[in-house]
């Protein structure tokens, strides 16, 4: 009897054992903190239709030739902009692509803070659309004092990084070999929303000298 006994304790004893370890294993993957969000993208980028991206509730509502419902670099770049909820950052050399000037203004017309720095001389070419920006309110900064503003990097919500060689043009999605990277590491992230910030503030209009008068006041 006492044999018997022992054996039920220790039977249970070890399912009590193997539920614990369960409960507790559980327990640890709640309380893991999701993976980071490391991806990269390359480009050119396959031609295809956009509207499914911006009219998720009408993806079949246009009727243009292009491929319909494709996944592309293009179109992941698209989603991680418009994922933006508060705020989106722009410090960019080139802007002249029509689909991404879209994913801007349906994010600055759904109450988003939009800023963005663009290179003073690019900003004005044929095709750029930072005067569409400006024209619907977006407070757009040239950034001036450098032979070229190069940078080409986006700041979802001051916590995902989007950057790399890709210049915001039709030709650098759909021609050139290009790469972009898209981050939430914060050691790669804060140091970019510091640039952003620096230039931002040198380069306010109402706040600053031209550095050409600059120059004279110091000779």
């Not at 663009?118 to 659309?129: A, L």
Request: aromatic share 10%; hydrophobic share 45%.
């Amino acid at each position: 009897m006492s044999v018997m006994w022992t054996v039920k304790v220790v039977g249970l004893g070890v399912v009590a054992f193997s539920l614990s370890v369960e409960l507790l294993w559980r327990l640890l993957r709640r309380l893991k903190p999701p993976a980071t969000l490391n991806e990269v993208l390359f480009f050119p980028s396959e031609v295809a239709c956009m509207e499914h991206i911006f009219s998720p509730a009408s993806p079949n509502s246009c009727c243009c030739p292009l491929p319909h419902g494709v996944e592309t670099s293009f179109t992941h770049l698209l989603r991680f902009i418009l994922s933006a909820s508060s705020s989106l950052d722009l410090c960019l050399f080139s802007f002249s692509n029509m689909d991404l000037c879209r994913a801007v203004l349906y994010l600055y017309r759904r109450k988003i803070t939009v800023r963005v720095l663009v290179d003073k001389e690019y900003s004005v070419i044929t095709g750029s659309q930072v005067g569409a920006l400006r024209k619907a309110g977006i407070c757009v900064r040239n950034v001036g004092r450098y032979v070229h503003m190069h940078h080409k990097f986006a700041l979802v919500d001051g916590r995902r990084l989007i950057t790399g060689s890709l210049n915001w043009t039709l030709a650098a999605v759909q021609c050139n070999s290009e790469n972009v990277l898209v981050t939430e590491e914060p050691r790669l992230v804060q140091p970019f929303v510091r640039e952003f910030c620096r230039l931002w503030a040198d380069n306010d209009p109402s706040q600053n000298v031209p550095f050409s008068d600059q120059n004279v006041a110091h000779n």
